[in-house]
């Protein structure tokens, strides 16, 4: 007896560890998680008086801080980071930033971050996918 219930201990055990691994992903929703860092990569650029930088093969690591509407986006290749900029969701899956414009947006869903900010004359791109 005591065999069986070790051998049914150690399936569980084993069932319990599979699905835990499975259940973690890259596929998780920016929009509808209370904590969120994933990894986008892509074309990123930055551009100031002083500075001019632009790759195909760059990232934005983004995370979502604790207000839990406010993200910050940290970029590759020495690109100053985004911090605290405030989302709102907008249909099942996407977050747009509050306040875009024309001019000036940042919109993240599951897949993709596309981002065209401009602040003191400073301008952020990206259009990157995960």
């Given at each position: 007896m005591k065999k069986v219930i070790r051998i049914l201990g150690i399936f569980l055990l084993m069932f319990f560890t599979v699905t835990t691994i499975v259940s973690c992903s890259d596929d998780d929703d920016p929009a509808n998680n209370e904590f969120f860092a994933g990894t986008y990569k892509g074309s990123i650029s930055y551009?100031?008086?002083?500075t001019d930088i632009s790759t195909n093969d760059g990232s934005v690591f983004v995370t979502k801080i604790a207000s839990g509407t406010k993200y910050n986006f940290a970029f590759s290749n020495s690109i100053p980071d985004l911090n605290g900029i405030e989302f709102e969701q907008q249909g099942d899956h996407t977050l747009v930033m509050i306040g875009s414009t024309a001019t000036s947006y940042i919109r993240i869903d599951n897949d993709e971050l596309k981002?065209?900010?401009?602040?003191?004359?400073?301008?952020?791109?990206a259009n990157c996918t995960r």
């Open positions: 551009k100031d008086a002083d981002i065209l900010y401009t602040k003191d004359g400073r301008t952020w791109t």
